[in-house]
């Protein structure tokens, strides 16, 4: 049943090209997914699964089927939202991410699995908006549509100098990044009575070399650095009391970042205070590092031997991905699949090109991972 399940995916080539170039032609941004969740929903529904659409308020939609016996509830994620950029004063939509190739993949995998049936357990086909605002993650599991969910995976394309078309990896390990702001409060003055006052300015600029000066253990890939600074007391000639700043967080496991944080708190707490001044520090915006279960990324690994014969080991990016809240959030057990696809120039970029022949290939790896937990 295996061979038919992969073989019916090749004869249905054309139907998961045409698809994508459905999605691709209507490039949505963040939280404003509504063409885009009306052709999956559709695509689901006349496949036999139980459709929930708008979820949390928001485009997000869930598919469901179940089985007749006992088994997990099993997640498969897809990405919803296209990027805009500014081209010639008009700002305008690109899937320059590849999240319509995403969504394409696990679409045509649920349609196949829908065909089969599925003996055991529930699959859960989520489609979900926002990930490059990185809010959607936390708002589809926010609706507690997810709570009953054991297992999940994602899929993603990955540029050419990570992996070629017809490679991919079970573990594409993305890093934790981190926002944090900080208002540095001095007091003002006269310029000719600066010992009247507490200058902003000065606080702020111990407050880098402090922050500058952190040290985490050198074999984990991590940084901080001040990424916006703005003070201005409004004459040239008084001390500005108030001094605002943005940090920007990276390191490459979750237990790093947390100590990154408690750190760059301490050395803005500390720093502002050595001329006077108070800081108040807050995290802003951020996303957790991959998390994976070793299961779910053999099972992940499985896949791709079967359907590629040879499995790329893991790949470490800088970039962040909404995912990894459902593990860290959600307490979901994840896998994540990055999929090579002769990715040029690169992702984000709005002319981004790969090859389709990755469209099938991905099919087939969430479908026999699907049927593996599933149905075989
Ligand atoms: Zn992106
Ligand atoms: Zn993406």
């Known amino acids: 049943m295996l061979t038919e399940l992969l073989r019916s995916i090749d004869e249905n080539r054309e139907s998961i090209i045409g698809s994508y170039h459905k999605l691709h032609?209507?490039?949505?941004?963040?939280?404003?997914?509504?063409?885009?969740?009306?052709?999956?929903?559709?695509?689901?529904?006349?496949?036999?699964?139980?459709?929930?659409?708008?979820i949390a308020g928001t485009t997000g939609i869930i598919g469901v089927?179940?089985?007749?016996?006992?088994?997990?509830?099993?997640?498969?994620?897809?990405?919803?939202?296209?990027?805009?950029?500014?081209m010639e004063g008009k700002a305008v939509n690109i899937h320059a991410c590849g999240h319509d190739a995403n969504?394409?993949?696990?679409?045509?995998?649920a349609q196949e699995i829908a065909k089969l049936g599925i003996k055991r357990g529930t699959l859960k086909i989520v489609f979900q908006p926002a990930e490059e605002a990185l809010g959607g993650a936390e708002a589809m599991l926010d609706s507690g549509l997810l709570s009953d969910v054991d297992e999940m995976i994602g899929i993603h394309l990955r540029p050419i100098h990570e992996a070629r078309v017809g490679e991919a990896?079970?573990?594409?390990?993305?890093?934790?990044?981190?926002?944090?702001?900080?208002?540095?409060?001095?007091?003002?003055?006269?310029?000719?009575?600066?010992?009247?006052?507490?200058?902003?300015?000065?606080?702020?600029?111990?407050?880098?070399?402090?922050v500058n000066a952190i040290k985490l253990v050198p074999t984990t890939p991590y940084s901080v650095k001040a990424t916006k600074l703005i003070a201005n007391g409004g004459a040239?000639?008084?001390?500005?009391?108030?001094?605002?700043?943005?940090?920007?967080?990276?390191a490459q496991t979750n237990e790093a970042m947390e100590q990154l944080i408690k750190k760059t708190f301490n050395?803005?707490?500390?720093?502002?205070?050595?001329?006077?001044?108070?800081?108040?520090?807050k995290v802003i915006a951020g996303v957790p590092g991959a998390e994976?279960?070793?299961?779910?990324?053999?099972?992940?690994?499985?896949?791709?031997?079967?359907?590629?014969?040879?499995?790329?080991?893991?790949?470490?990016?800088?970039?962040?991905?909404?995912?990894?809240?459902?593990a860290t959030k959600g307490?979901?057990?994840?896998?994540?699949?990055?999929?090579?696809?002769?990715?040029?120039?690169?992702?984000?970029?709005?002319?981004?090109?790969?090859?389709?022949?990755?469209?099938?290939?991905?099919?087939?790896?969430?479908?026999?991972?699907?049927?593996?937990?599933?149905i075989g």
């Open 25 to 54: 032609n209507i490039p949505e941004k963040a939280w404003e997914e509504v063409k885009t969740s009306e052709l999956l929903s559709e695509a689901l529904r006349n496949s036999g699964f139980e459709v929930t659409e708008n």
């Open 65 to 86: 089927i179940s089985g007749s016996e006992p088994g997990p509830v099993y997640g498969v994620r897809a990405d919803m939202d296209a990027l805009q950029f500014m």
């Open 103 to 109: 969504c394409t993949m696990v679409l045509h995998a």
């Open 169 to 210: 990896t079970p573990a594409l390990l993305h890093g934790a990044s981190c926002i944090i702001s900080a208002a540095i409060k001095g007091a003002a003055a006269h310029g000719a009575r600066p010992h009247l006052g507490i200058n902003a300015i000065d606080g702020a600029a111990a407050v880098v070399n402090a």
């Open 236 to 250: 040239n000639n008084t001390i500005p009391d108030l001094a605002e700043m943005i940090f920007d967080l990276r």
């Open 267 to 281: 050395a803005i707490e500390q720093g502002a205070a050595t001329v006077g001044a108070a800081a108040t520090v």
């Open 292 to 326: 994976y279960d070793d299961e779910m990324v053999n099972r992940a690994k499985g896949a791709i031997q079967a359907v590629l014969g040879d499995v790329l080991g893991p790949i470490t990016t800088p970039g962040g991905e909404d995912f990894h809240y459902y």
């Open 331 to 374: 307490k979901i057990k994840t896998a994540y699949i990055g999929l090579g696809a002769d990715l040029e120039p690169g992702l984000h970029h709005p002319e981004m090109k790969f090859n389709l022949d990755a469209l099938i290939t991905g099919t087939k790896i969430i479908a026999y991972n699907i049927y593996e937990r599933l």
